[in-house]
């Protein structure tokens, strides 16, 4: 049985391996692309701070005007000298001085380092001709093979006798045994985390499949949100960001505001996402009219339950933006870790096939 499980686990290594190693060192680049990205062309993305903010209505015309182009959303930033991105109806995005209103960059996503790096991470930067990122699914299945591997990896730690005194790493013995104890114990050190990783990554594609399995363990159901509320057509012609802006603000005053979307039809809301205290990422919602301001629903994230927060930590948790830079730098690890199984795993198997 041991021979048996040696050989799924080193089989599933080979399947995924390739892809792993890309989701590894990718995962690794994403924690502080967008960290390294302003620190190497910071006129692109720092601005300096003035007294007052330009209003929204004049920022988000301003906007339109330079790029040609209708604004789907934009994204506040709480930092005085950073620019705020702007989301194009082309699928481009503008980095804009929002104290003047001035576009001082127009990127695709994947011009940055951190949308090049999750777009190889999530679907390999591959889109056919209708769009549609075909290789989602394949490196949801190499995450769900990484799950499995790191089950069998462990259980074939945990069977044996002897399991504490094989978590000893010797510096000084013979290079392929060295890499043997490392691959074993980082293994072990590592195995809740690489579990609920691996998981997380896939809740972003297999979304159904992955809150059923959330909601059978915790024994209750993720709450939805509820649906963007409609307008009607009515006398009002002209639009009024500023007071439909203020007014969704004031409905969670301690909140953060994290994106505000604009409607694209003549009966669609204007729409705020925002972070209420307790809430680990912004899940909370408020929809205005845009013509009048008027506030027509909300919903307050921070008070669901347990299964939904649950649900709802899986973003910062899968990157390890939840604790600080101290986690943040263990997630690096973790990530660069899953790289040495990769390599090392692939050296066990040359050494025995007398490759090297």
């Not at 792993?20 to 995962?27: D, E, H, Y």
């Not at 392929?176 to 896939?202: D, E, K, N």
């Not at 009515?234 to 409607?263: C, M, W």
């Amino acid at each position: 049985m041991k021979l048996w499980l040696r050989r799924i686990h080193l089989g599933l290594a080979l399947i995924s391996g390739l892809f792993l190693l890309i989701v590894s060192l990718t995962g690794a680049v994403m924690i502080y692309a967008k960290d390294i990205q302003h620190l190497i062309e910071p006129t692109k993305w720092q601005v300096k701070p003035q007294k007052n903010l330009m209003p929204y209505d004049a920022l988000i015309q301003n906007v339109e005007a330079q790029t040609k182009q209708k604004i789907t959303f934009f994204m506040p930033e709480l930092a005085s000298d950073t620019a705020w991105q702007f989301r194009l109806a082309n699928k481009h995005y503008a980095s804009v001085n929002p104290y003047s209103g001035d576009v001082i960059n127009v990127y695709e996503s994947t011009d940055t380092i951190y949308g090049f790096a999750q777009g190889l991470h999530r679907w390999l930067l591959f889109e056919n001709s209708k769009g549609e990122k075909t290789f989602r699914n394949w490196m949801s299945v190499c995450a769900l093979l990484l799950l499995i591997n790191v089950l069998l990896g462990f259980y074939l730690w945990v069977k044996p006798k002897n399991r504490i005194k094989r978590l000893a790493i010797k510096p000084k013995a013979k290079f392929r045994v060295l890499m043997y104890q490392l691959h074993t114990v980082l293994g072990v050190y590592f195995f809740i985390p690489l579990m609920l990783i691996a998981f997380t990554g896939m809740a972003f594609n297999w979304k159904t499949q992955t809150q059923s399995v959330l909601e059978f363990v915790t024994m209750n159901k993720v709450e939805q949100r509820p649906k963007a509320p409609k307008i009607t057509a009515s006398a009002h012609t002209t639009l009024n960001y500023n007071q439909a802006i203020k007014n969704a603000v004031d409905v969670f005053p301690d909140g953060e505001v994290y994106r505000i979307y604009l409607p694209k039809k003549d009966d669609e809301t204007l729409a705020l996402r925002m972070k209420n205290p307790g809430e680990s990422h912004a899940y909370s919602w408020v929809w205005t009219n845009p013509f009048t301001g008027k506030v027509l629903n909300s919903f307050d994230a921070s008070k669901t339950n347990f299964t939904t927060q649950a649900w709802n930590f899986k973003y910062k948790f899968h990157i390890g933006a939840f604790a600080g830079p101290i986690v943040q730098f263990l997630w690096l690890l973790i990530a660069l870790a899953l790289a040495f199984f990769i390599i090392s795993g692939f050296y066990f198997w040359a050494k025995r096939h007398k490759w090297i």
